[in-house]
């Protein structure tokens, strides 16, 4: 299984961006778990949102209201939707996909299989 993401880049305080991760190789279906991480400088990585093949998802504290997972119903893509962006959100997004259902809001990065190449995410103030 390949994932690749897209759609990142700069954006001001208050602005919105959409990020896909895209399953490029693989069965899409076999894919039941996902979860976008981010790593900014010197700070450890940490799961932001997580969304089940069945359809619950999971948010970090700080980003509840403001960020949104979802995928399409094929599974091939799958989204972060970016609102109200804050200076706090920069850091390196990556998207981790497992074929195992998602453990509700306790998975690890280190329980994933598959990453993408992660994308960069800058919110000026």
């Known amino acids: 299984v390949q994932l690749v993401e897209s759609g990142g880049g700069s954006v001001q305080a208050g602005g919105s961006l959409r990020l896909t991760c895209e399953v490029v190789s693989g069965f899409t279906y076999s894919i039941a778990c996902v979860t976008w991480f981010r790593q900014a400088p010197g700070k450890e990585r940490e799961g932001v949102a997580t969304?089940?093949?069945?359809?619950?998802?999971y948010y970090l504290d700080s980003v509840k209201g403001r960020f949104t997972v979802s995928q399409d119903n094929t599974r091939k893509y799958h989204y972060l939707q970016i609102n109200n962006a804050k200076p706090e959100d920069t850091a390196m997004y990556y998207c981790?996909?497992?074929?195992?259902?998602?453990?509700?809001?306790?998975?690890?990065?280190?329980?994933?299989?598959?990453w993408g190449q992660g994308i960069q995410v800058t919110v000026s103030s």
């Open positions: 981790a996909a497992d074929r195992r259902y998602c453990r509700g809001d306790q998975n690890p990065w280190t329980w994933f299989d598959y």
């Open positions: 969304i089940d093949s069945d359809g619950p998802t």
